[in-house]
């Protein structure tokens, strides 16, 4: 069975940086686009970054130039470089395929921008 574990979630302040990790086991993330997924209460999760097995990247436009998506296959883990972090990007993150997600959600890390 597929998990994913995602972390370094926390409290910044505007402005500041987080780096998010998702670690994936059950399955060996090198064939696979990978993607990171928001969602704050009440809403839909939200697709904000991908990464193909090339290595090739797209981001949803809210946070182009402010994150970076990058992946370890060898360590089976997919990385979120977060900067100029907006009140608007609390959420809870999550890992899972890009493009074509499967059910097996981690529990997401929470980041919360605030003053």
């Known amino acids: 069975q597929v998990q994913r574990v995602e972390s370094g979630g926390g409290l910044v302040q505007p402005g500041g940086s987080l780096r998010l990790s998702c670690v994936v086991s059950?399955?060996?993330?090198?064939?696979?686009?990978m993607g990171w997924y928001r969602q704050t209460p009440g809403k839909q999760r939200e697709w904000v970054a991908g990464?193909?097995?090339?290595?090739?990247?797209n981001y949803v436009d809210s946070v182009k130039g402010r994150f970076t998506i990058s992946r370890d296959n060898s360590k089976n883990t997919v990385y979120l470089q977060m900067n100029s972090l907006k009140p608007e990007d609390t959420a809870v993150y999550y890992c899972n395929r890009w493009l074509a997600p499967d059910n097996y959600w981690g529990q997401g890390t929470q980041v919360t921008v605030s003053s």
């Open positions: 990464i193909r097995s090339s290595g090739s990247t």
């Open positions: 059950g399955s060996a993330i090198n064939i696979y686009s």
